[in-house]
């Protein structure tokens, strides 16, 4: 049995991504009103046009969690790599959402970068970037982190996030790597960037 016409538009749209992940362009929108529960003939009242509800499905403002939002005002609170460990898996939650509606947006070029905003006012990395950045910044000038670039550990660190978010999606049963879980890998990824692969160097030895 359809649903009432009192459906909200949000609940549509959370169909029509779901079914858009799964069958890419070849999605119709009788998919996505089967799944809505709701009969094709209120889709198009609604998104004219399956075009229409392939840009609203896609035109998601992604809010940063709070584990990133608030990192300014953990600044010289608590453990450096705590609070980046936090922010780590909450972004690796975010980023899973993330990149695959925004692959799917790039299979159709007049379709709106998932990205967390209108494609031509944001940039790519407005979302999470800058609340990294400042962070860093902050932990630098308190001289709780060593004077490292802000904006290329963020570079790092987020691409890293990205990389295993990827390697997820694409993941088959025969894969033979396995993944390490989320706070795992972000733990890894963070002793490598605070400590650096190279080897200390070895103390001379007296004669």
Do not use: C, W
Request: charged share 25%; glycine share 8%; proline share 8%.
């Amino acid at each position: 049995m359809a649903r009432p016409v009192s459906i909200r538009d949000e609940d549509i749209l959370d169909a029509a991504r779901e079914i858009f992940l799964a069958h890419g362009v070849r999605a119709t929108s009788a998919m996505v009103a089967e799944r809505a529960r709701v009969s094709e003939g209120i889709i198009f009242r609604r998104f004219k046009t399956k075009e229409g509800l392939f840009r609203a499905a896609l035109d998601v403002d992604l809010i940063p969690p709070p584990e990133v939002a608030e990192l300014k005002a953990r600044i010289g609170v608590g453990s450096v790599v705590e609070n980046l460990q936090d922010a780590g898996v909450a972004l690796v939650g975010t980023l899973r959402v993330m990149i695959p509606l925004s692959m799917l947006a790039l299979s159709n070029p007049s379709a709106p970068a998932a990205s967390g905003g209108s494609a031509s006012t944001s940039h790519p990395r407005d979302p999470y970037f800058d609340f990294l950045v400042a962070y860093l910044q902050g932990e630098v000038d308190l001289g709780r982190l060593r004077a490292v670039d802000p904006e290329v550990f963020t570079y790092a660190f987020l691409g890293g996030l990205k990389d295993y978010v990827v390697g997820q999606i694409f993941r088959t049963p025969t894969t033979p790597f396995k993944h390490p879980t989320a706070p795992l890998f972000v733990r890894r990824l963070l002793e490598l960037l605070m400590h650096g692969a190279q080897r200390p160097a070895e103390p001379a030895t007296r004669r």
